[in-house]
């Protein structure tokens, strides 16, 4: 009797660690010889000895391999990923090696389910069922990122212009070229937009010299209309001569005021205090022409006599009656003009560079004032342009073809004198 029981001890060991494919069927879950981590202990021992002297039979449990799960090589010391058919001295026959047991484990796991698994846990589902319904769950609850829109294109086509008006019975007719791009988010019904200078061919004055625009900070976004319940309509007022001010901080809170006298919704657009610098490392120094403000504008024409004026520019945005594809925006630019003629921009000095604004633009109405011109009892305008409107379905795909931004600036002391500027800007 020791000696069958040695040889059926041999037997047993050959079923939970051999290639026996028949009898280690008989070994899943703990429910014959072996326990589910694939290793003898006492009670396994106890039951083998019973069902060899017939006291017990060994119960017979239907395989729940799935038809993907393959045996692994026989005393293989790497764990395998799945439950499989034949078990190694080292492996579970249940857990992944990615997968932790958790504490409410037990490390001498039997065919029993113990009171802390899960109630939902069966002895055949393999663990990483729950851990790839983790990432699965989280992925889609978190996909709620607003699609991007891509930047709309303005080529600027045929019929783009730049009037330059000035306090004479006369204007000179720039054609620009160039692109714009208009950069829109969702929000709410509608969507917020902004303005950018993408390229500006060089303008030529005849006589002057060359007309650059560059880049400038980007503007306040403006609306994209889709519900047809707010207005685009903008309107700009310049005025040379607001009264004396003592600093540019000084002319920013005379411009405030006058800009809120002007109505309801107009804002400061743009202020300087003429003798002052504006900007660069200079900025609210005391000047008398450009030079004296490196990296900035000298407040007023250079040599200018009319002293310390406060030079003041309002705007009204949002205005207007609704219209399904109203857009409005600001475009920042910095304006200079180089005597060469050549062409180019940036290769000489600037002989006029105007501070750096935000031009509004709309597709619905502009209107344009400038007052006190050339320091005098002047008025340039108002004059009025019409643009066209975009679409918001369009915008979401990134076009803007047949739309028309319009708008205006005013600019104060330029080598032609004081400026209301029509902008025009006509997209492919």
Not at 271 to 290: H, I, N, R
Not at 390 to 395: E, G, N
Request: net charge negative; charged share 15%.
């Amino acid at each position: 009797m020791r000696q069958s029981n040695r040889w059926f001890l041999g037997l047993l060991l050959m079923t939970c660690v051999g290639d026996a494919p028949i009898l280690a069927s008989q070994c899943v879950g703990g429910e014959c010889y072996c326990d589910e981590e694939g290793r003898i202990g006492i009670a396994q021992l106890i039951r083998a000895v019973n069902v060899s002297l017939g006291n017990s039979a060994c119960p017979s449990v239907p395989r729940t391999e799935t038809p993907t799960e393959t045996a692994t090589p026989p005393f293989s010391q790497t764990p395998s990923p799945t439950s499989t058919s034949t078990f190694t001295r080292t492996l579970t026959s249940t857990h992944t090696p990615t997968i932790t047991p958790t504490p409410t484990e037990s490390p001498t796991t039997t065919a029993t389910a113990t009171p802390t698994e899960s109630p939902t846990s069966t002895p055949t589902a393999p663990p990483t069922s729950t851990a790839t319904s983790t990432p699965t769950s989280t992925s889609t609850a978190t996909q709620t990122d607003t699609p991007k829109i891509p930047p709309a294109s303005c080529r600027l086509a045929e019929g783009s212009e730049l009037t330059l008006k000035i306090p004479l019975p006369a204007s000179i007719v720039l054609l620009p070229e160039g692109e714009l791009s208009v950069n829109c988010v969702e929000d709410g019904p509608d969507l917020s937009c902004g303005c950018e200078v993408e390229a500006f061919a060089p303008v030529n004055i005849i006589g002057l010299g060359d007309l650059c625009v560059a880049p400038f900070a980007p503007c306040a976004t403006r609306t994209a209309v889709c519900d047809g319940n707010d207005g685009v309509d903008v309107v700009l007022n310049g005025d040379r001569n607001i009264g004396e001010c003592t600093s540019n901080a000084t002319c920013a809170a005379m411009c405030d005021a006058h800009c809120v006298g002007l109505g309801t919704g107009y804002f400061r657009q743009g202020s300087t205090c003429e003798d002052f610098c504006l900007g660069g490392e200079k900025d609210g120094d005391t000047c008398g022409v450009d030079a004296h403000c490196p990296g900035g504008v000298c407040g007023g024409p250079d040599g200018g006599t009319d002293g310390a004026i406060c030079e003041c520019v309002c705007a009204q945005t949002g205005i207007g009656a609704g219209a399904v594809g109203g857009l409005s925006c600001g475009l920042g630019m910095a304006i200079t003009v180089e005597l060469d003629e050549d062409g180019i921009c940036g290769n000489i000095q600037p002989a006029v560079t105007f501070a750096p604004t935000c031009a509004e633009l709309t597709t619905g109405m502009s209107r344009g004032q400038l007052d006190h011109a050339a320091n005098q009892n002047l008025s340039i305008g108002p004059t009025t342009l019409t643009g066209a409107p975009a679409s918001c379905d369009a915008l979401r795909q990134g076009e803007l073809g047949g739309a028309t931004l319009v708008g205006h600036l005013a600019f104060f002391g330029s080598a032609i004198g004081d400026l209301l500027v029509e902008n025009s800007f006509v997209c492919e």
